[in-house]
């Protein structure tokens, strides 16, 4: 269903920009202006400058960053700052990280993965599927990026089905006593670990198991869309062409849906419009929801809190449970989705998803405005969002579980659609480690 390719990668040359940490970046929608300056001051060669270069004074459509980075990467490849590995591989990733937001002695993790190029396939082809929706000027940006450089210095994260992890266990073998090419600490604490395959046998035992799996994408919609978009263009400038082209693929992580170093982290709201009165709230919502309260005062708010967070998670495990704090209350509050309201069985997969329960049956009904919605804010930090209430910040939190990844995979394999921010997946794949230049 979906063809993977190995290919040669284009690779910092750490002989002439030092350790790989101080060139790479995080994935570019989740750096903001002081991360991208920062980056940029770290390293003449840090790939921030290709990725998400900086605006600069009198910018024109003949002269600005993506002209900037275009021309960097030219530099970069004439001086041996990047130079293309001799013979065609896949990237053997592992990333070792401690899970965000739990405990300090809690384990760690790994995630296991591999770069590969995909073939570009349409969103409606069943072998590629989406799961969220994209914003048009996002795709506007990264067309003119991928216009002008002609390459992937990012990688969309896909994920396949392989329950007896065989391509991975094939992988981890092939690879088993020899030296990371990379073996490094990021800035977020997580150990990142590149192997090159290049054994033909091992590539082809990996394209020929991959070809029956369909595709999920977990993070990068928006550059996934690009590159269609990208390859429509191209065509129309090339004309009818004979077998595959460089713009017909696109750089991929690919990681097993059943990995266990895989981790979905929920994306919290908070209001920052006026929300109606507790006594309010509770006729609103009290016909669909069983709400507990969990009362505190300054000096047992953090054990209330960390009870009431105890059990949205363990409630939440049998029942959709939302959690929510208003602004001058002192009160948590658990709302428990009553059986009677519940989605049937025979539900679409998106209709049963908390945070399509939570947008539909509390947010339309708290926040009935588009202007309200749109004001709304988000984290993946269930602390940051009780603080901002507290601090006022925002004048209500609204918490959820997170999305399973079953789930994720059903709402993509029935065609659908998630709301907007329903999931967060990590650790994000980092920007720079192996990048895809196209020759044509």
């Known amino acids: 269903m979906s063809q993977i390719f190995p290919f040669q990668g284009m690779l910092y040359d750490q002989t002439l920009v030092g350790t790989i940490k101080d060139v790479v970046a995080p994935p570019y929608d989740i ?55 001799a013979r065609p591989a ?22 296991r993965g591999f770069l590969a190029l995909a073939k570009l396939e349409a969103l409606d ?4 599927y989406p799961h969220e929706n994209t914003r048009a000027a996002a795709k506007t940006d990264r ?13 969309i994260w896909s994920l396949y089905s392989d329950p007896l992890g065989a391509i991975i266990q094939l992988l981890d073998t092939a690879t088993k006593g020899t ?18 395959v290049t054994d033909e046998t091992v590539l082809k035992q990996v394209t020929d198991a991959m070809q029956s799996k369909p595709l999920f994408i977990a993070d990068g919609h928006h550059r996934y869309e690009t590159a269609l978009n990208y390859q429509k263009l191209r065509r129309q400038q090339a004309g009818p062409q004979t077998g595959l082209q460089p713009y017909d693929s696109v750089l991929m992580l690919l990681t097993p849906l059943e990995d266990p170093g895989l981790t979905v982290l929920p994306t919290h709201r908070v209001a920052t419009t006026p929300l109606p009165s507790s006594d309010q709230i509770k006729t609103v919502l009290g016909d669909v929801f069983e709400l ?28 959709p449970v939302f959690g929510l704090t208003r602004q001058g209350d002192d009160r948590y509050v658990t709302l428990t989705l009553k059986p009677a309201h519940r989605p049937s069985i025979q539900a679409s997969p998106r209709a049963k998803l908390d945070v399509s329960l939570l947008q539909q049956l509390i947010v339309t009904k708290l926040c009935p405005t588009q202007q309200e919605q749109e004001a709304i804010l988000y984290t993946k930090d269930d602390h940051e969002a009780l603080d901002w209430v507290a601090n006022g910040t925002g004048t209500g939190a609204f918490l959820l579980n997170a999305t399973k990844v079953s789930e994720v995979q ?13 999931t967060y997946f990590y650790p994000k794949p980092l920007t720079g480690l192996v990048i895809n230049v196209m020759n044509g």
């Open 31 to 85: 750096i903001d202006t002081n991360g991208q300056k920062r980056l940029h001051d770290r390293h003449p060669h840090n790939i921030i400058r290709m990725e998400l270069g900086l605006d600069q004074t009198g910018d024109s459509p003949a002269q600005n960053r993506y002209t900037r980075a275009a021309a960097t990467l030219q530099t970069w490849l004439n001086e041996g700052i990047l130079k293309r590995d």
């Open 143 to 155: 067309l003119n990026l991928i216009e002008a450089c002609r390459s992937n210095f990012s990688p």
């Open 292 to 319: 507990r309260e969990f009362p505190f005062n300054a000096s047992t708010q953090d054990h209330t809190r960390s009870q009431f967070l105890a059990s949205l998670r363990t409630e939440g495990k049998n029942a």
């Open 410 to 422: 059903a709402v993509a394999a029935a065609g659908e659609r998630m709301p907007h921010k329903s």
């Open 90 to 111: 896949v990237y053997y990733h592992t990333i070792e990280y401690t899970p965000l937001y739990s405990a300090p002695d809690a384990p760690k993790k790994v995630l």
């Open 179 to 196: 030296p990371a090419r990379y073996d490094f600490q990021d800035d977020a604490g997580c150990r990142e670990c590149l192997w090159t």
């Open 125 to 128: 082809s069943g072998h590629i």
